[in-house]
């Protein structure tokens, strides 16, 4: 709660904190771990078409560093990260959420005063099921998702997971 209330004083207008830092959580609590597992970074997500330059980024990293320097902050701006990816662009931040490489990854939360706003455009299903497959997007694109897959060994600390493979 301490670090969705740092990004909703201190960061981008609308801005969630999305991927591990929801899934994991999920996925310690439905393995019954009391500690949660260390994320590599906090990724927040925001949209601003009027701003699409990685600079922006770097400084919301820089000012919600500023506020909380133990978390390892890791700001997007969904409007650009299409370029990256070489697709259309994304309309909001669900639509780049569609984009991303699992279901169950692909999930949000936000603060809006002290209630939990939930963004999900691919369902929950996956996430409280245990269960990783890509998303369509990324079907197209098996050998990106099976080198992910590897590299993250999630198996290793979450063992009941049943992962897709492709």
């Known amino acids: ?7 909703r004083d201190h960061g981008p207008d609308g801005a969630w904190i999305a991927a591990g830092f929801v899934r994991n959580a999920v996925w310690d609590a439905l393995h019954g771990y009391r500690e949660p597992t260390p ?31 133990e978390a390892p902050w890791s700001v997007r701006n969904q409007a650009r ?7 259309r662009a994304y309309r909001d931040c669900a639509d780049a959420m569609f984009h991303w490489p699992e279901v169950c990854t692909a ?45 993250k060994n999630w198996p290793a600390r979450w063992p009941k997971l049943s992962i897709e493979t492709l």
């Open 1 to 7: 709660m301490r670090l969705l209330r740092v990004v």
């Open 39 to 69: 994320l590599s970074d906090i990724d927040v997500l925001y949209f601003d078409a009027g701003c699409l330059q990685p600079e922006a980024d770097f400084a919301w990293e820089r000012r919600l560093a500023e506020v909380c320097p």
């Open 81 to 87: 990260m299409h370029f990256r990816n070489a697709d």
């Open 107 to 151: 999930v949000a939360l936000r603060l809006r005063a002290e209630s939990l706003e939930l963004l999900a455009p691919l369902g929950i299903d996956d996430l409280w099921a245990l269960r990783v497959r890509p998303t369509e997007h990324f079907r197209s694109k098996p050998h990106l998702y099976r080198e992910r897959i590897a590299a």
